[in-house]
């Protein structure tokens, strides 16, 4: 349903640009019209023109946007968006009779908030941290106690790419800061407007050159509709640090001990995920910690249930617009909100939802609100 009106909204940036501005100049005139009938005469032509005003200014702020190389979206779907819901804000105000002062502040507010959810916060990329303890079981070589060495595991995920911005430049040079000794990448590397353009997939492959880690860098596929498996395959195809774990495992031994990935094909149908991962239990290891990489957390209770001691996902971005107190408005996942961002116990299992590095395509605004980009290092080890 999602991704249907992310189709539908996405048609509108084919509107003349003439036909946009009309429409908005029309809202214009319905507010005063209203305002007048509803509340008071003297007042109508300033509601008018505050919400002309606020809607004009909203959609100069997204037209910027790909000009300035900060996103590459759609400007008319969420101008026309926002225009709406200054008139419909405003035809409340003048049934309650409200004073046009109020008027002023609530557009003021929303366009403040539209600027800084589109302009600032997807570019805040941060690392959040997080430590898991445990040990394979077995006594470093010589000595009675077990190992309580740690390594450093970076996930990344999301980084639904348009074109080369301040946030993918931004991400590279925190995984050369922060030195991981492994990075797993949990999905989406491409946005789905651009999944088709052959400059983006350039820029991906010149992004994710870049990632580099001792133990190796490894990956799944994302949602299909972004990036079918055969699309992920050639992104990453001759990039000899990058592992595609396509319902698969792979080993390793670190100094904290045995390491095991297994890497899901999400598809979000859930019963063939659920049986996909089924299949890729039949292969579980005895021994070692046992981290399972997918693109979304709709299989936490089977994982849990199978004995994974990690899993690792993204696909919500958090929600990626929040409201205080409510929190995300939507999340794309088979249970909601239930495992919407962040850290939850799910039974012995770690499961940690990233809020991802980019944002959603079509006709989606490239906007982030209380919800900014983030990476995850763990510390796995120390026993």
Known sequence: ?????????????????????????????????????????????????????????????????????????????????LMLAFTALALILAIFAAPLWLL??????????????????????????????????????????????????????DIHVEHITERERRLNRLIQQL???????TGDFVNL???RDERTHGEIRQIISGWEAPLGVYCV???????????????VRGISQITLLANRWAELDTPAGKLHLAGMVTTHDIDEDRRALASLAGNFPIDGFKILLSHSPDLAPEAA????????????????????????????????RRFVMGRYQVGAMALHTT???????????????????????????GG
């Open 1 to 81: 349903m999602l991704h249907k009106a992310l189709v539908r909204s996405n048609t509108l940036q084919q509107l003349p640009s003439p036909l946009v501005f009309g429409l908005m100049l029309v809202n214009g005139l319905v507010t005063a019209l209203a305002w007048g009938a509803f509340h008071d005469t003297a007042g109508a032509a300033a509601a008018g023109a505050v919400v002309f005003g606020g809607g004009s200014l909203n959609w100069l702020a997204l037209w910027l946007l790909p000009r300035a190389g900060r996103s590459f979206g759609p400007d008319k779907p969420p101008a026309l968006a």
């Open 104 to 157: 002023i502040a609530l557009i003021t507010i929303i366009t403040a908030v539209a600027i800084y959810a589109t302009w600032i916060e997807p570019f805040r990329l941060s690392v959040t941290r997080e430590k898991i303890g445990f040990s394979d079981g077995q006594p470093a070589a010589g000595s009675p106690v077990r190992n309580t060495a740690a390594i450093r595991l970076l996930h990344i995920g």
């Open 193 to 195: 407007s651009y999944n």
């Open 305 to 336: 249930a199978l004995g994974f001691d990690l899993y690792l996902c993204g696909h919500t971005h958090g929600g990626q617009i929040r409201l205080p107190f409510l929190g995300a408005m939507l999340s794309a996942s088979y249970y909601g």
């Open 221 to 235: 596929s994302g949602t299909p509709t972004v990036e079918p498996l055969a699309l992920v395959t050639a992104l």
């Open 355 to 381: 809020r991802g590095v980019g944002m959603e395509g079509l006709g989606a605004p490239r906007a982030r609100f209380l919800c900014p980009p983030e990476i995850v290092l763990w510390e796995l080890g």
């Open 179 to 185: 030195q991981p000794d492994i990075i797993v990448f």
